[in-house]
């Protein structure tokens, strides 16, 4: 079997064969088992491509987006493993809705890389409506009158974003068909990167609308995040992760995608200007709802929001800087992002509240989890020696240049956001200590030390190869 064999067929066959399954224990470790195969079959990649057809495509881009995804995907499913046994155990969670949890764990996986991989704009559409429908199940896991609401308002919002990018995509076939041919043809990446100057203009213009509209929907970004921070305060923390690590990156990929189609045509409209817009309202309104969140899980989901405002706006700004930090920024933040949400997890269930006023001084009475809490906070922050801190430094510095007005409504995003999260930390890790319902584990928490890991060593030094690699992207996103 080739290596897109192994990257689309593990999930695949993982859904059908955890659905089987009635033990649990059994189901989450053969998900980690096929995550990790999933993830090396990935890796090798970076040695070997297979070839470009007109359904499936593996260049510098996705590539790096396929690796970032399976890693943190093989880093959920080894927290999750812990995690759920324990809801299991405590009676939070019935265990014969396991079967739905590793399935669509892995469907949610197969829908993330068949979206990475596809060369064809309608698959592309297929993967994103499936990863949707994955995460609903998840969403909604507990079966309780809050989750199932949430899982029906991401459902709801998410699919009326995903129409969106359906007209928008039917839009952009109408441009290429009377260059390139009826049928296949029209729905390809590569072709329609190839012919993207004489193509129709003002249908190209009018498709990017909708597409950045629709796929920004499943993006977070303001003002079409309304379903974000319901639907990670209702799953399964795991999954909370992989919404704010993962999806939300697999949406934008479709956004970027496009505008490289619509860059390469001279009498096109620039997206730019539209995408910092909407980069900028994210960053602010996420920044001051910051202050107002109550529940550890919504914070974080409105830090999501923040982040996702500041790569949409580096893509927005665009030029080799601002790309190359808008790729930092979308690794670092799912690393971040994903690894405190394991932290928030291993919290939620030693104190049995998401609630942050019942929520104090983890350092004293958790020290593990709550300086792990610290550390990951001041990392998604922006302070040094994160990754984060590099990729904010390059966009601050670059938009400084060329915008010096958009680069102060920038830092002014930022500060308020930082603010916002360092008032949030001190009650949480340096309050008055709380006694804890359990004891913490530590076990649990070491995907996060790892991914953390990268996160700090990336700010202090990129290797050569991983630095070209990201150059070179950046040109191509022009």
């Not at 959920?76 to 324990?86: C, Q, V």
């Not at 990863?131 to 989750?147: C, D, E, K, N, W």
Request: glycine residues 10%; charged residues 10%; aromatic residues 12%.
């Amino acid at each position: 079997m080739n290596q897109l064999g192994l990257i689309l067929g593990i999930p695949a066959a993982s859904i059908f064969l955890f659905a089987a399954l009635s033990s649990y224990k059994i189901a989450a470790r053969l998900n980690i088992l096929s995550s990790l195969l999933t993830f090396l079959a990935s890796i090798s990649l970076l040695q070997v491509r297979p070839a470009t057809t007109p359904f499936f495509i593996f260049d510098d881009l996705n590539v790096y987006l396929i690796i970032l995804t399976t890693f943190i995907t093989l880093s959920t499913s080894i927290f999750s493993a812990r995690y759920m046994a324990h809801e299991i155990d405590t009676g939070h969670l019935p265990e014969r809705f396991a079967r739905y949890y590793h399935a669509m764990f892995q469907g949610f996986l197969f829908a993330m890389l068949l979206a990475y991989s596809s060369n064809n704009i309608g698959v592309l559409w297929v993967a994103v409506e499936g990863a949707t429908l994955a995460t609903v199940l998840l969403i909604g896991l507990y079966r309780t009158p809050a989750a199932l609401e949430a899982s029906w308002k991401y459902f709801i919002l998410c699919s009326a974003g995903i129409g969106l990018a359906l007209f928008g995509t039917t839009l952009c076939y109408l441009a290429a068909e009377p260059v390139v041919g009826t049928g296949l043809p029209s729905l390809t990446w590569s072709v329609l990167q190839a012919h993207g100057a004489d193509l129709s203009a003002p249908l190209l213009n009018i498709a990017f609308v909708f597409l950045l509209v629709g796929y920004g929907t499943k993006v977070g970004m303001a003002p079409l995040h309304a379903w974000l921070p319901d639907a990670h305060a209702e799953g399964p923390t795991p999954i909370s992760a992989l919404l704010s690590g993962l999806l939300l990156n697999v949406a934008l990929y479709a956004v970027l995608r496009f505008k490289m189609v619509l860059t390469g045509n001279a009498h096109a409209f620039v997206a730019g200007p539209l995408m910092i817009f909407m980069g900028l309202a994210s960053l602010l309104l996420a920044g001051f709802m910051l202050y107002l969140r109550k529940d550890i899980k919504r914070l974080f989901a409105y830090s999501s929001i923040e982040h996702m405002g500041i790569i949409t706006f580096a893509f927005g700004i665009g030029g080799p800087i601002a790309n190359f930090a808008g790729l930092l920024h979308m690794a670092m933040h799912s690393l971040t992002k994903s690894g405190i949400f394991f932290v928030v997890g291993q919290i939620s269930q030693i104190k049995g509240t998401l609630k942050i006023a019942d929520i104090r001084g983890l350092t004293a009475s958790n020290p593990v989890v709550g300086w792990a809490l610290v550390v990951g906070v001041l990392a998604i922050a922006g302070l040094p020696p994160s990754g984060i801190f590099v990729s904010e430094f390059l966009l601050v510095t670059s938009t400084f240049v060329r915008a010096p007005i958009l680069a102060a409504i920038l830092v002014i995003g930022l500060l308020i956001a930082f603010g916002a999260l360092i008032a949030k930390l001190q009650g949480l890790a340096f309050g008055p200590a709380e006694r804890s319902k359990e004891k913490a584990s530590v076990a649990m928490l070491a995907p996060f030390f790892v991914q953390l890991g990268i996160v700090i060593a990336a700010g202090l030094y990129l290797p050569g190869a991983l630095f070209g690699w990201l150059q070179n992207v950046a040109k191509i996103l022009g």
